[in-house]
Protein backbone atom coordinates (compact mmCIF):
# COMPACT_ATOMS: atom_id res chain seq x y z
CA UNK A 1 0.00 0.00 0.00
CA UNK A 2 1.07 3.82 -0.71
CA UNK A 3 1.69 5.03 3.06
CA UNK A 4 1.20 8.95 3.56
CA UNK A 5 3.81 10.58 5.97
CA UNK A 6 2.90 14.19 7.31
CA UNK A 7 5.16 16.62 9.31
CA UNK A 8 4.82 18.00 11.48
CA UNK A 9 2.73 15.76 13.82
CA UNK A 10 1.51 18.44 15.46
CA UNK A 11 2.39 22.69 15.82
CA UNK A 12 1.58 25.47 17.75
CA UNK A 13 0.78 28.81 15.83
CA UNK A 14 -0.99 31.86 16.91
CA UNK A 15 -3.84 33.45 15.10
CA UNK A 16 -2.67 35.46 12.00
CA UNK A 17 0.34 32.69 11.63
CA UNK A 18 0.91 31.45 7.78
CA UNK A 19 0.91 27.57 8.74
CA UNK A 20 2.49 25.09 6.40
CA UNK A 21 1.82 20.78 7.02
CA UNK A 22 3.90 18.76 4.43
CA UNK A 23 2.12 15.47 3.27
CA UNK A 24 4.63 12.77 1.26
CA UNK A 25 3.92 9.51 -0.29
CA UNK A 26 5.60 6.51 -1.19
CA UNK A 27 4.97 6.80 -4.51
CA UNK A 28 4.22 8.99 -7.28
CA UNK A 29 0.56 9.67 -6.99
CA UNK A 30 -0.01 12.55 -9.15
CA UNK A 31 -2.31 15.16 -7.67
CA UNK A 32 -4.13 12.04 -6.57
CA UNK A 33 -4.58 14.03 -3.00
CA UNK A 34 -7.49 15.31 -0.87
CA UNK A 35 -6.84 17.18 2.63
CA UNK A 36 -9.85 16.86 5.45
CA UNK A 37 -9.64 18.76 8.75
CA UNK A 38 -11.10 17.40 11.71
CA UNK A 39 -11.69 19.05 15.01
CA UNK A 40 -12.77 17.37 18.43
CA UNK A 41 -15.82 15.10 18.52
CA UNK A 42 -16.14 15.90 14.89
CA UNK A 43 -16.23 13.72 11.57
CA UNK A 44 -13.85 14.99 9.14
CA UNK A 45 -14.53 17.61 6.60
CA UNK A 46 -13.03 17.82 2.94
CA UNK A 47 -11.20 20.95 2.45
CA UNK A 48 -9.08 19.87 -0.67
CA UNK A 49 -9.45 17.49 -3.87
CA UNK A 50 -6.96 16.46 -6.17
CA UNK A 51 -4.05 18.52 -4.80
CA UNK A 52 -4.98 22.11 -5.13
CA UNK A 53 -9.07 22.08 -5.52
CA UNK A 54 -10.82 23.87 -2.91
CA UNK A 55 -14.29 22.31 -1.76
CA UNK A 56 -16.81 24.77 -2.51
CA UNK A 57 -17.67 26.65 0.76
CA UNK A 58 -13.74 26.41 2.33
CA UNK A 59 -12.55 29.78 2.94
CA UNK A 60 -9.61 31.11 0.44
CA UNK A 61 -7.23 31.40 3.20
CA UNK A 62 -6.77 27.43 2.48
CA UNK A 63 -4.56 26.54 -0.16
CA UNK A 64 -3.40 22.88 -1.78
CA UNK A 65 0.07 22.94 -3.77
CA UNK A 66 2.05 19.66 -5.13
CA UNK A 67 2.26 16.73 -7.35
CA UNK A 68 3.96 13.07 -7.67
CA UNK A 69 5.29 12.52 -4.09
CA UNK A 70 5.27 15.78 -1.93
CA UNK A 71 2.50 18.12 -1.15
CA UNK A 72 1.27 21.20 0.74
CA UNK A 73 -1.98 22.27 3.05
CA UNK A 74 -1.27 26.16 3.90
CA UNK A 75 -3.45 28.12 5.71
CA UNK A 76 -2.82 32.01 4.86
CA UNK A 77 -3.78 33.50 8.31
CA UNK A 78 -5.01 31.05 11.29
CA UNK A 79 -7.96 31.79 12.63
CA UNK A 80 -9.64 30.18 15.83
CA UNK A 81 -11.62 27.89 13.87
CA UNK A 82 -8.99 26.73 12.14
CA UNK A 83 -7.15 24.94 15.64
CA UNK A 84 -8.20 20.90 14.68
CA UNK A 85 -6.42 18.31 13.03
CA UNK A 86 -5.59 17.76 8.96
CA UNK A 87 -5.22 14.84 7.50
CA UNK A 88 -3.69 14.36 3.77
CA UNK A 89 -5.24 10.94 2.31
CA UNK A 90 -4.93 9.54 -1.54
CA UNK A 91 -6.99 7.94 -4.11
CA UNK A 92 -3.60 7.04 -6.58
CA UNK A 93 -4.04 3.27 -5.29
CA UNK A 94 -7.70 2.08 -6.14
CA UNK A 95 -9.29 0.97 -4.01
CA UNK A 96 -6.62 0.98 -1.29
CA UNK A 97 -7.20 4.87 -0.18
CA UNK A 98 -4.58 5.56 2.32
CA UNK A 99 -5.04 8.50 5.17
CA UNK A 100 -1.42 10.55 6.36
CA UNK A 101 -1.15 10.03 10.27
CA UNK A 102 -2.43 13.84 11.04
CA UNK A 103 -1.19 17.07 12.13
CA UNK A 104 -2.68 18.85 15.00
CA UNK A 105 -2.60 22.70 14.93
CA UNK A 106 -3.06 24.11 18.36
CA UNK A 107 -2.77 27.50 19.84
CA UNK A 108 0.38 28.82 21.17
CA UNK B 1 -29.05 18.55 2.74
CA UNK B 2 -27.07 15.10 3.01
CA UNK B 3 -27.16 13.54 6.46
CA UNK B 4 -25.71 10.29 7.16
CA UNK B 5 -26.55 9.05 10.74
CA UNK B 6 -24.53 5.90 11.91
CA UNK B 7 -26.03 3.66 14.47
CA UNK B 8 -25.13 -0.02 16.36
CA UNK B 9 -22.02 0.44 17.98
CA UNK B 10 -21.50 -0.59 20.92
CA UNK B 11 -19.05 -2.94 23.34
CA UNK B 12 -18.24 -6.52 22.51
CA UNK B 13 -15.95 -9.05 23.07
CA UNK B 14 -13.24 -10.28 20.78
CA UNK B 15 -14.83 -13.06 18.24
CA UNK B 16 -18.09 -11.30 18.54
CA UNK B 17 -19.86 -10.02 15.93
CA UNK B 18 -21.93 -6.72 15.51
CA UNK B 19 -23.83 -4.76 12.60
CA UNK B 20 -23.37 -1.20 12.35
CA UNK B 21 -25.82 0.75 10.30
CA UNK B 22 -25.91 4.41 8.69
CA UNK B 23 -29.34 6.11 7.57
CA UNK B 24 -29.23 8.12 4.60
CA UNK B 25 -30.87 11.44 3.36
CA UNK B 26 -30.74 14.41 1.31
CA UNK B 27 -29.15 12.75 -1.54
CA UNK B 28 -30.05 9.99 -3.98
CA UNK B 29 -28.90 7.19 -2.12
CA UNK B 30 -29.15 4.22 -4.55
CA UNK B 31 -27.11 6.36 -6.84
CA UNK B 32 -24.25 6.40 -4.61
CA UNK B 33 -21.08 4.50 -3.89
CA UNK B 34 -20.40 4.10 -0.19
CA UNK B 35 -17.56 3.85 1.93
CA UNK B 36 -16.86 3.03 5.74
CA UNK B 37 -14.11 4.34 7.54
CA UNK B 38 -12.80 4.01 10.81
CA UNK B 39 -10.71 5.75 13.53
CA UNK B 40 -8.95 3.81 16.30
CA UNK B 41 -7.91 5.42 19.54
CA UNK B 42 -5.48 7.72 18.75
CA UNK B 43 -4.48 6.87 15.06
CA UNK B 44 -4.82 7.60 11.73
CA UNK B 45 -8.06 7.39 9.76
CA UNK B 46 -8.44 4.01 7.91
CA UNK B 47 -10.10 3.34 4.86
CA UNK B 48 -12.63 -0.33 5.84
CA UNK B 49 -14.65 -0.77 2.15
CA UNK B 50 -16.66 0.32 -0.12
CA UNK B 51 -20.11 -0.32 -2.25
CA UNK B 52 -20.90 0.53 -5.71
CA UNK B 53 -24.16 1.55 -6.82
CA UNK B 54 -26.24 -1.37 -7.78
CA UNK B 55 -26.07 0.71 -11.54
CA UNK B 56 -22.52 0.41 -11.50
CA UNK B 57 -22.75 -3.40 -10.34
CA UNK B 58 -22.87 -3.29 -6.16
CA UNK B 59 -20.02 -5.11 -6.10
CA UNK B 60 -17.62 -4.20 -2.84
CA UNK B 61 -14.04 -4.22 -1.93
CA UNK B 62 -12.62 -4.37 1.21
CA UNK B 63 -8.92 -3.09 3.56
CA UNK B 64 -7.15 -5.94 4.21
CA UNK B 65 -7.58 -6.00 7.42
CA UNK B 66 -11.10 -6.67 7.27
CA UNK B 67 -11.22 -8.92 4.10
CA UNK B 68 -13.24 -11.89 5.22
CA UNK B 69 -14.73 -10.98 8.03
CA UNK B 70 -16.49 -7.72 7.40
CA UNK B 71 -19.04 -7.11 4.74
CA UNK B 72 -20.70 -4.18 3.66
CA UNK B 73 -23.60 -4.14 2.12
CA UNK B 74 -27.15 -1.63 1.10
CA UNK B 75 -30.71 -1.37 1.10
CA UNK B 76 -32.05 1.40 -1.29
CA UNK B 77 -35.27 0.82 -0.96
CA UNK B 78 -34.29 1.73 2.84
CA UNK B 79 -31.72 4.32 2.17
CA UNK B 80 -29.27 2.43 4.36
CA UNK B 81 -26.04 1.31 4.21
CA UNK B 82 -24.62 -1.59 6.52
CA UNK B 83 -21.33 -3.09 7.73
CA UNK B 84 -21.53 -6.36 8.91
CA UNK B 85 -18.42 -7.22 11.67
CA UNK B 86 -17.79 -10.85 12.52
CA UNK B 87 -14.90 -12.13 14.60
CA UNK B 88 -14.09 -8.69 15.93
CA UNK B 89 -10.47 -8.51 17.15
CA UNK B 90 -8.89 -5.86 19.55
CA UNK B 91 -7.37 -3.95 16.76
CA UNK B 92 -11.51 -3.32 15.14
CA UNK B 93 -11.82 -0.74 18.44
CA UNK B 94 -12.56 2.34 16.83
CA UNK B 95 -15.21 5.39 15.66
CA UNK B 96 -16.62 3.85 12.35
CA UNK B 97 -17.93 6.66 9.97
CA UNK B 98 -20.47 6.48 6.85
CA UNK B 99 -19.45 8.46 4.12
CA UNK B 100 -20.46 9.46 0.64
CA UNK B 101 -17.68 8.42 -1.87
CA UNK B 102 -17.91 10.24 -5.22
CA UNK B 103 -15.47 11.76 -8.16
CA UNK B 104 -14.67 15.42 -7.89
CA UNK B 105 -13.09 17.29 -10.89
CA UNK B 106 -12.93 17.64 -14.23
CA UNK B 107 -9.27 17.59 -16.02
CA UNK B 108 -8.07 15.01 -13.00
CA UNK B 109 -10.88 12.78 -11.69
CA UNK B 110 -10.37 11.99 -7.99
CA UNK B 111 -12.19 10.25 -5.97
CA UNK B 112 -12.97 12.00 -2.49
CA UNK B 113 -14.83 10.90 0.74
CA UNK B 114 -17.51 13.66 0.83
CA UNK B 115 -19.95 13.60 3.25
CA UNK B 116 -19.12 12.06 6.72
CA UNK B 117 -21.77 10.66 9.41
CA UNK B 118 -20.64 11.49 12.77
CA UNK B 119 -19.71 8.23 13.69
CA UNK B 120 -20.73 5.29 15.75
CA UNK B 121 -18.09 3.92 18.74
CA UNK B 122 -17.29 0.30 18.53
CA UNK B 123 -15.31 -1.11 21.45
CA UNK B 124 -13.64 -4.78 21.49
CA UNK B 125 -12.47 -5.95 24.63
CA UNK B 126 -12.81 -8.74 27.07
Known amino acids: DIQMTQSPSSLSASVGDRVTITCRATQNIATFLNWYQQKPGKAPKLLIYAASNLQSGVPSRFSGRGSGTDFTLTIGSLQPEDFAIYYCQQSYSSPRYTFGQGTRVEIK | EVQLAESGGGLIKPGGSLRLSCAAS????????MSWVRQGPGKRLEWVGRIKSKTDGGTTDYAAPVKGRFTISRDDSENTLYLQMNGLKTEDTGIYYC?????????????????WGQGTLVTVSS
Open chain 2, 26 to 33: GFTFSDAW
Open chain 2, 99 to 115: TTFRTFGDVVVIWVFDS
